[in-house]
């Protein structure tokens, strides 16, 4: 499993233009090949950063949706609100010995 972790600081007047944007493709990201969890959260110290926190079955999934025609229109509707540069990770859990 894949672990993705986009963190994502809009402009204070920007945030539900945001919000409207998300709660529109939320759904078909959920439904996209290869997800299994996705959710979004907001920071308590800065209420215009937030962090989309998704699962994928594997690497190839989030590649397929990183390429897909949702993510294209989605990200390109959100980018042009973003106060800095957003910053994104993909993990995997590792198990370590007691």
Not at 60 to 88: C, G, M, Q
Request: aromatic share 14%; hydrophobic share 40%.
């Amino acid at each position: 499993m894949i672990i993705r972790i986009v963190r994502m600081t809009f402009h204070p007047d920007k945030v539900s233009e945001f919000l409207t944007i998300f709660n529109n493709s939320k759904s078909k990201i959920r439904y996209f090949e290869g997800c299994q969890h996705l959710e979004l959260w907001q920071s308590t110290e800065m209420p215009n950063a937030f962090t989309t926190y998704s699962h994928w079955q594997t690497a190839a999934d989030l590649e397929n949706y990183r390429h897909s025609e949702l993510f294209k229109t989605t990200w390109a509707k959100t980018r042009v609100l973003f106060a800095e540069k957003p910053i994104a990770s993909s993990n995997e859990i590792i198990t370590v010995a007691d």
